[in-house]
């Protein structure tokens, strides 16, 4: 028998139980994730294999975004258990934003569009662009990403962009994109883009207010430095 098993424990330390009992934000973040495990393995609990995995990560955003090949690396977790912990992450992430959309926050400064996709971004290990669509008093009408291209490949984004833009007739818009390696420095590609999109912006009156470029937990605003 596996004496590391949870169901030996008294009710009250049982992750499952001590969700029941004192809510789900009673518990630590090892809790919940071997809550989603649902179960461990031999020798281990879940909540042994749940602290594994918050110690090899460090943190949950960090759990969101690492390759799944880095997953597999540790003992134990097979690919429906992997499933399962990135659904749930996603499902915040998400969650996240639709209630950003229901709310439709005014946006003031390029700080409050950062603190909006700073979470969502920071960690990605592949560049992503989002684009927030405002209406006439810059409140936030939805929030797309761009299928396809880099800064490499500026005219097919910008196209998609403001296709996007007159289809929820946004009156503005604000572009956000992430760089892997944390340093939100712009580069000259991205100098490049963000002229094409202002120009391609000023053509269909549609105004590009600004282009945040999201690092670790630190954004570069093109507005703020006066280069948009």
């Not at 939805?142 to 296709?163: K, S």
């Not at 580069?187 to 670790?216: M, P, R, W």
């Amino acid at each position: 028998m596996n004496k590391t098993g949870i169901k030996l424990w008294p009710k009250e330390d049982r992750p499952r139980e001590k969700l029941f009992r004192f809510g789900e934000h009673s518990l630590s973040n090892a809790e919940l994730v071997a809550i989603l495990l649902g179960s461990g393995v031999r020798g281990q609990s879940a909540l042994d294999l749940a602290r594994e995995i918050i110690f090899v990560f460090g943190n949950l955003g960090k759990m969101a975004h690492t390759d799944i090949r880095r997953w597999r690396e540790i003992k134990g977790l097979g690919d429906a258990k992997i499933a399962q912990i990135k659904a749930a992450l996603e499902i915040g992430r998400r969650f996240g934003e639709e209630k950003v959309k229901e709310t439709r926050p005014k946006i003031k400064s390029s700080q409050d569009a950062a603190d909006i996709l700073m979470p969502r971004m920071r960690d990605l290990q592949k560049e992503v662009f989002k684009v927030l669509l405002l209406n006439s008093q810059n409140r936030v009408i939805d929030i797309v990403e761009t299928e396809e291209g880099t800064v490499n490949q500026a005219h097919p984004i910008i196209r998609e962009i403001f296709q996007q833009a007159m289809q929820y007739f946004a009156a503005a818009i604000i572009c956000l994109h992430n760089h892997p390696s944390g340093d939100p420095r712009p580069s000259q590609e991205d100098k490049e883009f963000t002229q094409q999109l202002a120009v391609a912006g000023t053509v269909l009156q549609i105004k590009t207010l600004d282009h945040i470029i999201i690092g670790n937990n630190k954004y570069f605003s093109f507005a703020d430095k006066g280069l948009i």
